[in-house]
């Protein structure tokens, strides 16, 4: 190895030809403002990621999000594509009927010559040609276009969107969960953690069950954010079969502020509903402290004890518009619960609406 010189005038770094010094103008030709797209869901200029389990409604949300986003001229039509790689030949036709007459573009594997080994190759000529600014990509679905098992070809298949939204591009992948969630209720991403890590906001989707007879609701959770994207969003869709695509897309609203303050009771005793009755048997059933309810429960349920704990604490109170049960404090300090309405708190599973 040559020893570095340490005399005369110091050279030129090697990197410094490649500092944006003086040519922040190029830079700032690119850069897009954060606005919000799909409802919060998505911002301009930014990659993410939407998982759900299959079903749950993350493309007929995307979609319709998008449609409302170019109806209110947010988004321009000829701007937007929409790449329906997870569909058949009648899903991905009632997809494009949808959203030609809007004006998004619709790219199908197969067809019009295009093929998913075809997308890096597509974003490296957007980004030549300039024309990925102000573009907005939905790739539906993810594990078509890159292995999400593999954290090389995840991490190599990141690296090429980052360079799409540096040039201006925006991309929403939609991906799946598994099948299970974890000890929480929470889902959990299918795949390595490197399209999470190197993508700018993530999503998670769930379903909501039991709020409303006719309709399912859907939270999304962002577990990570940069910029502008919202915390939390609630949507609903009808569940009656419909003949159309369209009809069922037609369905899909996302709720406002004020709809979600009058929903949020009923969000989390439906999310909570199995905890609470298995609580409410054991204090039925009389002679039970909270220790032992909480490992009992977390054992039957398979839930963590802490999530358990945190419940019963959550539900604890004089309040019957709040709480299911109070206390008694015995010898030694032991508490001793008792339900403050039987009936409520063995049948939460199914809570009416309030709206």
Not at 94 to 107: D, F, P, R, Y
Not at 108 to 122: A, Q, R
């Amino acid at each position: 190895m040559t020893e570095p010189s340490m005399s005369g005038p110091e050279s030129r770094s090697p990197f410094a030809e490649h500092a944006l010094n003086g040519r922040a103008e190029s830079l700032r030709s690119l850069a897009q403002d954060q606005v919000p797209l799909l409802g919060g869901l998505a911002v301009q200029g930014q990659a993410g990621v939407w998982y759900a389990e299959p079903n749950v409604g993350k493309t007929l949300a995307a979609i319709k999000l998008m449609i409302d986003d170019v109806n209110s001229k947010v988004l321009n039509g000829d701007d937007c594509f929409y790449i329906a790689a997870d569909d058949g030949a009648t899903g991905a036709l009632s997809k494009l009927e949808l959203l030609e007459a809007v004006g998004v573009n619709v790219l199908v594997p197969g067809f019009g010559g295009f093929n998913v080994t075809d997308f890096p190759k597509l974003v490296g000529e957007s980004i030549l040609t300039g024309t990925a600014k102000r573009r907005f990509l939905i790739v539906d679905t993810l594990k078509k276009f890159t292995n999400l098992m593999d954290k090389a070809d995840s991490s190599r298949f990141a690296s090429q969107v980052r360079q799409f939204t540096l040039h201006g591009g925006s991309l929403l992948g939609l991906a799946h969960t598994n099948k299970r969630a974890d000890q929480d209720g929470n889902p959990i991403f299918a795949g390595t953690t490197d399209i999470r890590d190197d993508f700018d906001y993530v999503f998670t989707l769930k379903r909501i069950p039991h709020l409303e007879p006719g309709r399912q609701f859907v939270q999304a959770d962002a577990i990570k954010q940069r910029g502008c994207t919202i915390q939390q969003a609630i949507l609903s869709y009808s569940d009656v079969p419909r003949r159309k695509y369209s009809e069922l897309v037609g369905t899909l609203t996302i709720h406002t502020d004020e709809e979600l303050a009058a929903l949020r009771r009923q969000i989390d005793l439906s999310n909570d509903a199995e905890v609470i009755q298995a609580v409410a048997r054991l204090i039925d059933a009389g002679g039970k402290g909270k220790m032992s309810m909480a490992k009992e429960v977390a054992r039957d349920l398979g839930v963590s004890r802490n999530a358990v704990d945190r419940l019963i604490d959550k539900y604890t109170g004089n309040d019957p518009n709040k709480h299911f049960w109070a206390f008694d404090v015995q010898h030694r300090g032991l508490r001793i619960y008792r339900l403050l309405d039987p009936r409520q708190a063995l049948t939460i599973a199914q809570p009416e609406m309030v709206f």
